[in-house]
């Protein structure tokens, strides 16, 4: 498989992932919130709301720009998003 292709295709798995984790860990945000299980499940709704919208308006925005440059920079910006969660300080309640 070539390089672009595999490389392609694990960024497209960790963002599709990523999509997923907070299913797992509801429980904790709902607690943390201190809401209920279905109230904190609206953030779901709500990240799946700003990927529908956000997708197509992001493509228009990025149609002029070089392909390759613009998923380099929104992959930088996922992966700094990312380090910022894994460093974020947890609150004990």
Same mark, same amino acid.
């Given at each position: 498989?070539?390089?672009?292709?595999?490389?392609?295709?694990?960024?497209?798995? %960790?963002?599709?992932? $990523?999509?997923?984790? !907070?299913? #797992?860990?509801?429980?904790?945000? +709902?607690? &943390?919130?201190?809401? %209920?299980?279905?109230? $904190?499940?609206?953030? !779901?709704? #709500?990240?799946?709301?700003?990927? +529908?919208? &956000?997708?197509?308006?992001?493509?228009?925005?990025?149609?002029?720009?070089?392909?390759?440059?613009?998923?380099?920079?929104?992959?930088?910006?996922?992966?700094?998003?990312?380090?910022?969660?894994?460093?974020?300080?947890?609150?004990?309640?």
């Amino acid at each position: 498989m070539p390089l672009p292709l595999l490389t392609l295709f694990l960024t497209a798995f %960790s963002f599709g992932t $990523a999509e997923f984790v !907070i299913a #797992g860990l509801l429980p904790d945000v +709902a607690a &943390g919130l201190d809401v %209920s299980i279905p109230l $904190a499940g609206y953030l !779901i709704s #709500g990240y799946a709301i700003g990927i +529908a919208v &956000g997708g197509p308006i992001l493509a228009l925005i990025t149609n002029r720009y070089d392909r390759k440059s613009v998923i380099l920079l929104l992959c930088a910006v996922f992966a700094i998003g990312q380090v910022f969660c894994a460093v974020a300080p947890v609150s004990s309640c």
